[in-house]
């Protein structure tokens, strides 16, 4: 340890006449602590809802949609389903047919989306498949099965073995006019993705029934694509765009909740410039607490420099005295702001509306960038209040500082 680390340390934990300048230290130390904490619990806040929502899209929805531009369907779906098989990268190909229809059940009507699709070979990629709520999937044979999203089921007060009516905009020609189409399902079970928007609004069914229902025999609404990474859904977008036909069309799950995924960017952004303000007025009570321990120092400094301490010596003193205080707050703000999102998870302590947020409570969740990024700023303000006070210590002159001694 250099003696000006030494003298730093004993400037900061010595008892001195003026109790005033201990206040404004711990104050700083205090400010730096809360301001780190902060920004800690908001951006673990921000980054465990976005991951969150991020994921149960990713467990309800496709990588990658290849659509129709013509909007009659993919006609020669198999074989373009085959050709995407056999790309690097590709998890899983399996066709759409969907459209929006009206549910009746035992308590009520509703609204919903109905999707044909090939069950089984969704369900090697569909955990929220592969242990559904309650039921099986459904199987062929016998009167056609209908798997509901657990929301919708209750809403529609039907559970597994249950029969619902669905009704389609389409409409039938009969002896006493023109009525909407209808069909009876058989509720095999229910799912649920944890999507409260998917699961309250979500029917699905095998594909080749709901084709014939909706008036769409072999064809497909879209072509849904699972990737490895699905993070890698723009690159393989562009590899496909390379082989698919003129009017075939590729969409990314980030394109589709592109406005949900930059708001909550810009919300981080502004949280943390926000936030970070805290650290900087901590850091202004930094430069207080030096410029007042330099003016009650002036005379140890007058001696120092006089016994040969050069001016750099004597503005590290300061700069090392300044960098404990921060350095002690950012530690101690680091642990609060940790053990804080740690509770926050065991108890779920921030309960939200699941039908308006989709999940049930607030998660946190803390990345290593993000921690060094709020360790990194809070440092580098910290060393930065100290330029002034201890330039401003080693312009002391020596000959002034001991006139009087």
């Known amino acids: 340890m250099g003696y000006e680390t030494f003298i730093a340390r004993r400037y900061l934990t010595a008892r001195r006449k003026q109790a005033f300048i201990s206040v404004i230290t711990f104050i700083s130390a205090l400010g730096i602590t809360i301001g780190v904490a902060a920004l800690i619990i908001a951006l673990a806040l921000i980054t465990g809802f976005q991951k969150d929502v991020q994921d149960k899209i990713l467990g309800a929805t496709s990588h990658l949609m290849i ?3 013509s909007g009659e369907g993919i006609a020669d779906y198999e074989r373009l389903a085959e050709t995407l098989r056999g790309m ?6 399996s066709p759409v047919v969907h459209d929006w229809v009206l549910v009746q059940g035992m308590a009520k009507k509703e609204a919903v989306m109905l999707k044909g699709m090939d069950l089984d070979r969704e369900r090697e990629s569909a955990p929220w498949l592969q242990s559904l709520e309650s039921g099986e999937l459904p199987r062929p044979g ?11 089921a209750i809403s529609l007060g039907v559970g597994p073995g249950d029969t619902v009516t669905v009704y389609t905009a389409s409409t039938r020609l009969s002896p006493v006019g023109v009525f909407p189409k209808v069909k009876t399902f058989t509720v095999s079970g229910t799912f649920a993705t944890g999507l ?3 699961d309250s609004h979500t029917a699905l069914a095998r594909l080749e029934p709901v084709q014939k229902f909706l008036a769409l025999p072999g064809r497909a609404s879209w072509i849904q694509v699972m990737i490895d990474d699905p993070f890698r859904a723009e690159r393989v977008k562009a590899s496909l765009r390379a082989t698919l036909p003129p009017l075939i069309y590729v969409t990314t799950w980030m394109e589709l909740n592109k406005s949900l995924f930059s708001a909550l960017k810009l919300e981080k952004n502004i949280i943390f410039l926000t936030i970070t303000l805290i650290v900087i007025v901590a850091a202004l009570n930094i430069i207080a607490t030096l410029i007042l321990m330099v003016m009650e120092k002036t005379r140890d400094i007058g001696i120092l420099i006089a016994m040969g301490a050069t001016p750099p010596e004597i503005r590290r003193i300061f700069f090392f005295q300044g960098a ?9 703000g680091t642990a609060l702001g940790l053990l804080w999102c740690l509770a926050a ?10 039908d308006i947020y989709q999940i049930s409570y607030v998660p946190f969740r803390t990345t290593p960038l993000d921690l060094a990024l709020i360790v990194g700023v809070s440092l580098a303000v910290s060393f930065l209040s100290t330029l002034f006070p201890s330039h401003r210590a080693s312009k002391v002159d ?3 500082a001991l006139k009087y001694e």
């Open 67 to 69: 659509s129709d531009l």
């Open 142 to 152: 016998g009167r056609e099965g209908l798997l509901l999203g657990r929301d919708l």
């Open 196 to 198: 409260f928007e998917f």
């Open 398 to 400: 020596p000959v002034v």
């Open 345 to 354: 998870n065991a108890f779920e302590l921030i309960k939200v509306p699941v």
């Open 88 to 93: 690097p990268g590709v998890e899983s190909v």
């Open 324 to 332: 404990m205080i921060g350095l002690v707050g950012t530690v101690l």
